[in-house]
Each structure stands twice: as C-alpha cells, then as structure tokens.
C-alpha cells in the first residue's frame, strides 16, 4: 500500500473514531440505567409538541376569521370618516346642531380607526404566535430526534455488549 493512501485511510479511521466518541460523550443518556430518564423526557417532549401543535393549529383556524374582521373595520371606519366629512361639509353654514352632530361623527370616525388598528394589532400577533410557536415546536421537535438518537445508541450498545 502507497503511504499516501495508508495516511489517507489513518486520517479517515480518525476523523471516525472522533466523530463516534464525540456522539458517544456529548450524549446526556449513556447507559442502560438512564433509559427511565430518558423515556420520560422523551414523552414529557412529545406531549409538549402535541400542545403546541393544537395552540399552533387553534391559531392558524382563528387567522382567517381575525383578517376578515380587521378588513370589516377597516371598511367601517372609512365609512364613519366619509360620513364625517360629509356632515363637516354640511355644518359649515354656522348652524349649532349641524356642528354638534359634526362632531359627534368625528368622535365615531375616530373610535372606528382605532378599532380598526386594534384588529390590524391582532392580526399582526396572531402571526408572530404562529411563527414563535413554530420555532419552538421545530426546537423541540430538534431535541426528541437527539433523545431518540441517544435511546438507539443505549440500545444497539446494550443489545451488542451481551450478557454478562
């Protein structure tokens, strides 16, 4: 054998071999004893991500409905403001009632936007929980794949290691 290839090949065995202790050692599972811990985090994980898929699926449900009504109120303020404008128009001619009927239009127009932006609010939050909720369902979801790695290599070592 060259002794390129004989480097080649002891470079290869050891980057493998770091690879598996560094699998090995960075577990927090290790043996057979910590399959009880293990399981239970395990589950006390999956039930986690359960949750948080029904929270995320409840608010991904309500999004549509949270939209509609914030381009409903959007439309309903634009009226109350046009009305306004209408009745400003109209009470220019210095009649008490037209101005007080006015202004109480105002008032309207003004409470109307400010329903509008509270349910633009909600809409805007509701997609910030939807995009938090993901990432910590993808973050946990993370951790039960190393949890299930390490309860593969307890048991694949404790299946190869035989009675003793």
Do not use: W
């Not at 560094?22 to 577990?27: N, R």
């Not at 927090?28 to 985090?41: G, M, P, Q, R, V």
């Not at 439309?75 to 128009?89: F, G, H, I, P, T």
Request: hydrophobic share 35%; proline share 2%; with cysteine.
């Amino acid at each position: 054998m060259r002794p390129s290839t004989m480097l080649k090949s002891a470079g290869l065995l050891a980057v493998i071999f770091c690879c598996t202790l560094s699998v090995a050692f960075g577990q927090k599972y290790k043996t057979l004893a910590d399959t009880a811990k293990l399981n239970a985090e395990r589950n006390k994980l999956t039930r986690d991500i359960a949750e948080l898929n029904t929270e995320l699926n409840d608010l991904k449900t309500k999004l549509p409905e949270y939209e509609a009504a914030s381009q409903d109120q959007a439309k309903v303020a634009q009226e109350a403001a046009q009305k306004s404008k209408e009745m400003a128009a109209k009470a220019t001619d210095g009649d008490l009632s037209k101005v007080r009927k006015e202004a109480k239009m105002a008032r309207r127009a003004h409470n109307e936007a400010a329903d509008a932006d509270d349910a633009q609010k909600k809409v805007k939050n509701t997609n910030k929980k939807i995009e938090k909720l993901g990432k910590e369902i993808e973050k946990k979801q993370q951790k039960l794949d190393e949890l299930n790695q390490q309860s593969t290599t307890i048991t694949s070592a404790g299946t190869t290691a035989g009675p003793r």
